[in-house]
């Protein structure tokens, strides 16, 4: 894990994690670990330093931990194979999610369809709440809009490319979808959805010079046509299948939740594990290499 780690960070050579400079050496090391020494700023620091592993005790346990993750296991089933904590395997969770998620740069392009989807605003886990929400709100039509709500925006693009994200509660909010269409739209695509031309949705994407067509809720009889939104719908269906093995998730989470399952999702690499710790890395200050004759050379 630690070798891992280091040979992602440092492929360049060694560089201060703190003030991006070259000048680094070995300054001792502590529970197992190399710690360096920048001798620019004087600060210390080690392989994991501002990273998500930073702090850990059971760096150990980290690769079987992210094989359960790829594997989409509940926090309990995680801490009883590990023999850790419930909140122990909680919060290394939602650390690695939240340091991917950072760094997600993920852009759709080409043709991308569009869907919106609701879930009941969740506050699990919250020891404030005056009043609890009903549940089986979902199958009672009355109890479900008096429901406060988030609404989800889910993309595909046709070389399989996939982004969802939280777009507003009960009502859309217009700036988030014209920040996620910024960030995650490349060039000029063609989108399709069900969403109205003129709708909170729809208008951003036009307004960024995107054309945005509207599908009638029926199916096309022609299963060669191109207009349709199948793979966003089977997408939708997956994510929901996929989240039940929570019985439920908190809304404040969701967003980490949401790139778990991409993660999962089309994923068939079998270095999986090393792939989510080297993207969950943060940049480097500086990018430059180590120049000859210094303390430290390449790492091994």
């Given at each position: 894990?630690?070798?891992?780690?280091?040979?992602?960070?440092f492929?360049?050579?060694y560089?201060?994690?703190?003030c991006?400079?070259?000048?680094?050496?070995r300054?001792?090391?502590?529970?197992?670990?190399q710690r360096?020494?920048?001798?620019?700023?004087?600060?210390?620091?080690s392989?994991?330093?501002?990273?998500?592993?930073?702090?850990?005790?059971?760096?150990?346990?980290?690769p079987?931990?992210?094989?359960?993750?790829?594997?989409?296991?509940?926090?309990?089933?995680?801490?009883?194979?590990?023999?850790?904590?419930?909140?122990?395997?909680?919060?290394?969770?939602?650390?690695?999610?939240?340091a991917?998620?950072?760094?997600?740069?993920?852009r759709?392009?080409?043709?991308?369809?569009?869907k919106?989807?609701?879930f009941?605003?969740?506050?699990?886990g919250?020891?404030?709440v005056?009043?609890?929400?009903?549940?089986?709100?979902?199958?009672?039509?009355?109890?479900?809009?008096e429901t406060?709500?988030?609404?989800?925006?889910?993309?595909?693009?046709?070389?399989?490319?996939?982004?969802?994200?939280?777009?507003?509660?009960?009502?859309?909010?217009t700036?988030l979808?014209?920040?996620?269409?910024?960030?995650?739209?490349?060039g000029?695509c063609r989108?399709f959805?069900?969403?109205?031309?003129?709708g909170?949705c729809?208008?951003?994407?036009?307004?960024a010079?995107?054309?945005?067509?509207?599908?009638?809720h029926?199916?096309?009889?022609?299963?060669?046509?191109?207009?349709h939104?199948?793979?966003?719908?089977?997408?939708?269906?997956?994510?929901?299948a996929?989240?039940?093995?929570?019985r439920?998730?908190?809304?404040?989470?969701?967003?980490?939740?949401?790139?778990?399952?991409?993660?999962?999702?089309?994923?068939?690499?079998?270095?999986?594990?090393?792939?989510?710790?080297v993207?969950?890395?943060?940049?480097?200050?500086?990018?430059?290499?180590?120049?000859?004759?210094?303390?430290?050379?390449?790492?091994?």
């Open positions: 894990m630690v070798r891992c780690v280091r040979e992602a960070r492929a360049n050579g560089v201060c994690v703190h991006g400079g070259g000048r680094v050496v300054w001792g090391a502590f529970a197992g670990r360096y020494r920048c001798k620019s700023c004087h600060r210390t620091f392989d994991f330093t501002r990273t998500a592993f930073a702090y850990t005790k059971k760096i150990s346990k980290w079987h931990y992210l094989i359960l993750m790829r594997e989409g296991h509940t926090l309990r089933r995680s801490a009883e194979q590990l023999d850790i904590q419930v909140s122990t395997a909680f919060r290394w969770r939602h650390v690695l999610l939240s991917r998620r950072s760094v997600d740069a993920t759709l392009g080409g043709t991308v369809e569009l919106e989807i609701l009941a605003h969740s506050l699990k919250c020891r404030s005056l009043r609890p929400r009903a549940r089986g709100a979902r199958y009672s039509v009355w109890a479900w809009y406060p709500r988030d609404r989800v925006l889910l993309g595909v693009a046709r070389n399989g490319t996939t982004h969802s994200a939280t777009v507003g509660g009960d009502m859309v909010v700036p979808v014209a920040d996620w269409v910024d960030t995650r739209l490349a000029r989108v959805g069900r969403m109205p031309k003129a909170p729809a208008s951003p994407i036009r307004a010079g995107h054309s945005y067509e509207m599908l009638r029926i199916i096309s009889e022609d299963p060669l046509s191109t207009c939104t199948r793979n966003v719908d089977a997408f939708a269906m997956r994510l929901f996929w989240l039940a093995r929570f439920g998730v908190a809304s404040k989470y969701r967003e980490n939740y949401l790139l778990w399952h991409r993660l999962t999702d089309w994923d068939c690499d079998l270095l999986w594990v090393r792939s989510l710790v993207t969950s890395l943060p940049m480097r200050a500086k990018d430059s290499r180590m120049e000859p004759g210094r303390s430290i050379g390449q790492p091994p």
